[in-house]
């Protein structure tokens, strides 16, 4: 009895055992904030467009302010584009292309 109950156990072992190996993608992840980074900076621009009449003089510092978030996110799209996030992370495009090189047969 005692045999057969290793046996049992030992082909259980061996059905579940999988090989080892990568995967060929990743999945992409995407936060809102990436999509849209400077929505409350327009918002803020807008509304003092609407209470100024939609005149730029008097909303120079959300001008500013917004075109300065503008410049930020393009750096740091530039930088996610090199394939390197800012927390020092690889995107999934990066990933995913080096993980073509190195595509194994299934």
């Known amino acids: 009895m ?5 046996s049992l156990a030992k082909r259980r072992f ?3 055992m999988r090989q ?8 992409t992840s995407r936060k809102l904030t990436q ?10 621009l807008m509304r ?3 209470s100024n009449n939609f005149s730029d003089v008097p909303c120079m510092e959300e001008i500013k302010t ?3 978030c503008l410049e930020r996110s393009k750096a740091q799209s530039q930088t ?3 394939g390197l996030k800012q927390d020092g992370r690889y995107n999934s495009s ?3 292309e080096r993980l073509k090189m190195f595509d194994s047969p299934r």
Do not use: R
């Open 2 to 6: 005692v045999h057969q109950t290793c």
């Open 14 to 16: 061996h059905t579940f």
């Open 20 to 27: 080892m190996k990568l995967k060929s993608t990743v999945k």
């Open 35 to 44: 999509q849209a980074p400077c929505i409350a900076d327009m918002a803020s």
């Open 48 to 50: 003092c467009w609407k």
């Open 66 to 68: 917004f075109q300065n």
């Open 80 to 82: 996610s584009i090199e």
């Open 94 to 96: 990066y990933v995913n």
